[in-house]
């Protein structure tokens, strides 16, 4: 059976359970109620991992309770420690405007590191389905958001766990994959969801309001203006 939605929640149904990488930001939000839609009874994964933009770990929080999720966990994984991003480390976000290079934003291995976390919590629960809200075309240029980094996955996770080896593959669910930014606002409304809910803006403005400068700021803001819908998200530049 289908989930149903009923005024921005999920009702349960008898379906098989998916693993859902909610980071608290957009993407990962229309991501997880694709997957409730669907059907799947949702567990989901957040990583805190001392990023600057910690207020996203509230969000999703804030997100998991409105999808009902089934079980939410918040895993602490301090990538500080590494550095090299300006999420990360003592370096300036940039706000002059998206680029064409791999911006300092670009945490090291990232989605490499939290699938990997994602498929150990999946083969944990016994799910085969992993959702993640990577998106290819309106976004920051980030080598580990590519459909062949995905595919690639899929193919390791079943070399790299006892089920794989036990022929019970492990699926990666893209379903933002191909989609515009304006098209992911799109689908935020049709599912019901607010997009107040969420959280992109890399670097918080004072009382924790979206910088409106920042890669992940105009990106977003750009869609919400080509899809024609408000973002209820407050932004400093407002």
């Given at each position: 059976m289908r989930a149903r939605r009923l005024a921005?929640?999920?009702m349960e149904t008898e379906s098989k359970s998916a693993i859902i990488l909610l980071s608290g930001g957009l993407d990962s939000m229309v991501s997880a109620a694709i997957a409730a839609e669907q059907g799947y009874r949702?567990?989901?994964l957040t990583v805190d991992y001392n990023q600057r933009h910690k207020i996203e770990l509230q969000s999703a929080q804030k997100i998991a309770e409105k999808l009902n999720v089934a079980?939410?966990?918040i895993l602490p994984l301090d990538l500080s420690r590494f550095g090299g991003s300006a999420l990360t480390a003592d370096i300036d976000v940039p706000?002059?405007?998206v680029g064409t290079d791999i911006p300092v934003t670009y945490v090291p291995a990232r989605n490499l590191i939290f699938l990997s976390l994602t498929l150990g919590?999946?083969?944990?629960?016994?799910a085969r389905d992993i959702f993640i809200g990577v998106n290819a075309l309106d976004?920051?240029?980030?080598?580990?958001?590519r459909p062949e980094f995905i595919e690639g996955f899929e193919r390791l996770a079943d070399l790299a766990t006892k089920a794989g080896d036990q022929g019970s593959a492990f699926h990666i669910h893209?379903?933002?994959q191909h989609m515009t930014?304006?098209?992911i606002a799109k689908e935020a409304i049709r599912l019901n969801l607010d997009p107040a809910w969420s959280w992109s803006c890399y670097d918080p403005a004072e009382g924790n309001i979206a910088c409106g400068l920042c890669d992940s700021c105009r990106l977003r803001q750009k869609g919400f203006e080509e899809a024609g819908l408000v973002d209820t998200t407050p932004y400093a530049t407002a």
């Amino acid at each position: 059976m289908r989930a149903r939605r009923l005024a921005g929640r999920v009702m349960e149904t008898e379906s098989k359970s998916a693993i859902i990488l909610l980071s608290g930001g957009l993407d990962s939000m229309v991501s997880a109620a694709i997957a409730a839609e669907q059907g799947y009874r949702l567990i989901a994964l957040t990583v805190d991992y001392n990023q600057r933009h910690k207020i996203e770990l509230q969000s999703a929080q804030k997100i998991a309770e409105k999808l009902n999720v089934a079980e939410h966990i918040i895993l602490p994984l301090d990538l500080s420690r590494f550095g090299g991003s300006a999420l990360t480390a003592d370096i300036d976000v940039p706000k002059s405007g998206v680029g064409t290079d791999i911006p300092v934003t670009y945490v090291p291995a990232r989605n490499l590191i939290f699938l990997s976390l994602t498929l150990g919590l999946a083969e944990a629960r016994n799910a085969r389905d992993i959702f993640i809200g990577v998106n290819a075309l309106d976004y920051s240029g980030y080598p580990d958001c590519r459909p062949e980094f995905i595919e690639g996955f899929e193919r390791l996770a079943d070399l790299a766990t006892k089920a794989g080896d036990q022929g019970s593959a492990f699926h990666i669910h893209t379903p933002l994959q191909h989609m515009t930014k304006a098209d992911i606002a799109k689908e935020a409304i049709r599912l019901n969801l607010d997009p107040a809910w969420s959280w992109s803006c890399y670097d918080p403005a004072e009382g924790n309001i979206a910088c409106g400068l920042c890669d992940s700021c105009r990106l977003r803001q750009k869609g919400f203006e080509e899809a024609g819908l408000v973002d209820t998200t407050p932004y400093a530049t407002a």
